[in-house]
């Protein structure tokens, strides 16, 4: 990866440069038999797209806070890039009523109606799907994002050095985000072509870095497993051979 990278939004760009074609984020979901494949360059794609709806339909400007109430899914991953490439602050499970917008599942609903900007619903449905009718006071996601633009610029260069992302009241700016992943990833052993497998949750530093940063700011890939629990050590041992995994956390 570029030594120069200081943001996430600038390690997926390296990661977009050097090898579009390879995986991403491979997405399981133990609880419906879901399996998503992203490679880099269609994950990169849906970023853009979610950053452009970001910037463009929402008005969100560097330095709003956004209060991401999403399980670790592949979706929240592209609201994590998303809002790093637009400079958007995330609070992962933060006060929605303390938030400029929020980003909600099916299952924080309630919660997420405290904010008073802008809100946003994702059904969590395979293949992305939509609600059957969008919950009253939000915008659906699956809508809202297929008809934006596939490539996305900035309308001011996001500052490496802003606050980026909070999670279990641990902030971090751009700049210690990427030097944190990359740590991480050297601790794990990853690098150029390594697949880590995470059941974590998001709502971790611990869970973000493997489900997602650790992998990006080393070229690695990641095998993200919702409700892994309901898998069983066969079916465990059985994905890590077909996803050709190379260290399980």
């Keep these: 990866m570029n030594a120069s990278d200081r943001t996430p939004a600038d390690l997926l760009r390296s990661a977009l440069a050097a090898d579009p074609a390879r995986p991403m984020v491979t997405f399981y979901d133990d609880a419906t038999g879901e399996r998503v494949e992203l490679s880099v360059a269609t994950f990169a794609n849906w970023v853009a797209k979610t950053a452009n709806l970001l910037q463009g339909d929402l008005a969100a400007e560097p330095g709003d806070r956004l209060a991401l109430l999403l399980p670790a ?3 929240s991953a592209v609201w994590l890039l998303a809002c790093a490439s637009v400079g958007v602050a995330v609070d992962v499970q933060g006060d929605p ?3 400029d917008l929020v980003v909600s599942g099916p299952e924080s609903l309630d919660a997420a109606r405290a904010c008073r ?4 619903a994702l059904a969590l449905r395979p ?3 939509r609600f059957p009718q969008a919950p009253e006071g939000f915008a659906d996601y699956a809508v809202e994002v297929p008809g934006q633009g596939d490539r996305f610029a900035p309308f001011a260069p996001v500052d490496p050095d802003a606050p980026a992302l909070t999670v279990g009241g641990v902030g971090f700016t751009g700049t210690e985000l990427v030097a944190r992943a990359r740590a991480d ?5 990853l690098g150029a072509g390594s697949r880590l497998l995470s059941g974590r949750t998001y709502d971790t530093w611990d869970g973000l870095s493997a489900g997602l940063f650790a992998p990006l700011a080393t070229g690695g890939s990641v095998v993200l497993c919702r409700h892994i629990g309901q898998l ?3 079916g465990l041992a059985q994905r890590v051979e077909s996803e050709r995994v190379t ?3």
């Design 247 to 249: 260290r399980t956390v």
């Design 127 to 129: 293949l992305g799907g």
């Design 97 to 99: 009523a303390a938030a």
């Design 117 to 120: 900007g802008e809100r946003i």
């Design 232 to 234: 069983g050590e066969d």
């Design 185 to 189: 990833g050297a601790a794990l052993g």
């Design 73 to 75: 899914h592949w979706q």
